[in-house]
């Protein structure tokens, strides 16, 4: 399976940016969709942004769009998040996921087959 590796996370004070990016290490990267998503103490995990395959879709939750941009690399075998105009409300583990073989909804943890670790993204006043 796919193995995932978030790095990029950190302290950063509210109003400015950070990249996170998310490196796999298998070679069907390029066929699946991918996406972020967080997750603080207490609530579940929620969706952020997903990117397709061939990188020609993306999607958005409100509460970042036009906010963060999803991108994707295949030849790199990375996905990134580029989170500008940080809120002290983005402050979470930020998690990337692959799909794998089988689709589903873009918005949803359980349609993705493969996770990182996490990265801890903190947002000060």
């Known amino acids: 399976q796919e193995q995932l590796v978030e790095s990029g996370g950190g302290l950063v004070q509210a109003g400015g940016s950070l990249r996170l990016s998310c490196a796999a290490s298998?070679?069907?990267?390029?066929?699946?969709?991918m996406g972020w998503f967080r997750q603080v103490p207490g609530k579940e995990r929620e969706f952020v942004a997903a990117?397709?395959?061939?990188?020609?879709?993306?999607y958005y939750a409100d509460s970042v769009n036009g906010r963060f941009t999803i991108s994707r690399d295949n030849a790199k075998r990375t996905v990134y998040l580029q989170m500008n105009s940080l809120k002290v409300e983005d402050t979470a583990v930020y998690y990337c996921?692959?799909?794998?073989?089988?689709?589903?909804?873009?918005?949803?943890?359980?349609?993705?087959?493969?996770w990182g670790q996490g990265t801890q993204v903190t947002v000060s006043s």
């Open positions: 990117i397709s395959w061939s990188g020609g879709s993306t």
């Open positions: 298998g070679r069907t990267f390029s066929s699946y969709a």
């Open positions: 996921a692959a799909m794998g073989y089988y689709g589903g909804s873009y918005y949803s943890g359980s349609a993705y087959n493969y």
